[in-house]
């Protein structure tokens, strides 16, 4: 689920290549990913509130199996987009109930530590699974790396069926009226403008890593851009590590000393 919000990243040129459309206009496919994401994440999280969360998860992965099965066999540049938007609403419902499913799983004493782990998870496909993809797709074309994320995907739904506990949805009545009340919070609304502020900077060179790379700074495609690409991740993983330890020590920001909130930052500065 995390390596392919970036992998198109490391990929850029041979895309742009293949469909004939520029580098700019091929970065659409992580454009369209991220409002995707932006729409999928709340909206299915509250249309799924009254869903079973393993039913949930295997329906996610079934979407994004399929999506990456269109994009790998697509050439028409808009089918793609298509297909990629509908993979970002599988994915943003995906990250949304397993990060309740893990709290779950761990229970009340555990469930900041399992937390944690689903965003690591996160954080490792950034260090691993980008820069794997991006010298896979060098070497057999830039639709291999899709092929084999449809594949893990199909692979991670008898997983999940094997592993998750079923459960009947929410036993308690929760409304969607009662969701959306925790966007009046004035705190809630500051860490999403630092958020966007901070990752809308970074993703704005990270999405065009590859070009920039062999284009500007003279790198090799081979071995150069995985070789970033994983530094890259590897910065990622260690800040996301250090604010989660920091955030289970006293230093907490006043307003989040409860474990709902401390939960919330979490996920938020991990996204």
């Given at each position: 689920m995390?390596t392919t919000?970036?992998?198109?990243?490391?990929?850029?040129?041979?895309i742009?290549?293949?469909?004939q459309?520029s580098?700019?206009?091929?970065?659409l496919?992580?454009?369209?990913?991220?409002?995707?994401m932006?729409v999928?994440?709340p909206?299915m999280?509250?249309?799924?509130?009254?869903?079973?969360?393993?039913l949930?998860?295997?329906?996610?992965?079934?979407?994004f199996?399929?999506g990456?099965v269109?994009?790998?066999?697509?050439?028409n540049?808009?089918?793609?987009?298509?297909?990629?938007?509908l993979?970002a609403?599988?994915?943003?419902?995906?990250?949304?109930?397993?990060?309740?499913?893990a709290?779950?799983?761990?229970g009340?004493?555990a469930?900041?530590?399992a937390?944690g782990?689903?965003?690591?998870?996160?954080?490792?496909?950034?260090?691993?699974?980008?820069?794997?993809?991006?010298?896979?797709?060098?070497?057999?074309?830039?639709?291999g790396?899709?092929?084999a994320?449809?594949?893990l995907?199909a692979?991670?739904?008898?997983?999940?069926?094997?592993?998750v506990?079923?459960?009947?949805g929410?036993?308690?009545?929760?409304s969607?009226?009662?969701e959306?009340?925790?966007?009046?919070?004035g705190r809630?609304?500051?860490?999403?403008a630092?958020?966007?502020?901070?990752?809308?900077?970074?993703?704005?060179?990270?999405?065009y890593?590859a070009p920039l790379?062999?284009?500007?700074s003279?790198i090799?495609?081979?071995l150069g851009?995985p070789?970033?690409l994983?530094?890259?991740?590897?910065?990622?993983?260690?800040?996301?590590?250090?604010?989660?330890?920091t955030t289970?020590?006293?230093?907490v920001?006043?307003?989040y000393q409860?474990?709902?909130d401390?939960k919330?930052?979490?996920v938020?500065?991990?996204?």
């Amino acid at each position: 689920m995390g390596t392919t919000e970036f992998v198109v990243a490391g990929l850029l040129p041979q895309i742009a290549g293949d469909l004939q459309v520029s580098v700019a206009r091929t970065g659409l496919m992580i454009t369209v990913f991220a409002i995707g994401m932006i729409v999928g994440a709340p909206l299915m999280a509250m249309l799924t509130l009254r869903l079973p969360k393993r039913l949930t998860l295997m329906l996610a992965l079934g979407v994004f199996a399929a999506g990456h099965v269109i994009v790998a066999l697509g050439s028409n540049f808009t089918l793609l987009l298509a297909a990629r938007f509908l993979t970002a609403i599988a994915t943003g419902a995906f990250w949304a109930v397993a990060n309740v499913a893990a709290a779950r799983a761990a229970g009340p004493t555990a469930s900041s530590r399992a937390l944690g782990l689903v965003g690591a998870g996160a954080m490792l496909a950034s260090v691993v699974g980008v820069p794997l993809g991006a010298f896979a797709g060098q070497l057999m074309g830039w639709r291999g790396p899709f092929w084999a994320l449809a594949a893990l995907a199909a692979a991670a739904i008898a997983l999940i069926a094997r592993t998750v506990p079923h459960d009947g949805g929410d036993q308690q009545a929760v409304s969607i009226r009662s969701e959306l009340t925790a966007l009046a919070s004035g705190r809630l609304w500051l860490v999403l403008a630092a958020c966007t502020t901070t990752t809308g900077g970074v993703l704005a060179t990270y999405s065009y890593i590859a070009p920039l790379l062999t284009g500007r700074s003279g790198i090799a495609s081979g071995l150069g851009v995985p070789l970033v690409l994983a530094g890259f991740g590897l910065g990622a993983l260690a800040g996301s590590l250090v604010f989660d330890v920091t955030t289970d020590l006293d230093g907490v920001p006043a307003g989040y000393q409860n474990m709902a909130d401390r939960k919330s930052l979490k996920v938020l500065v991990a996204s």
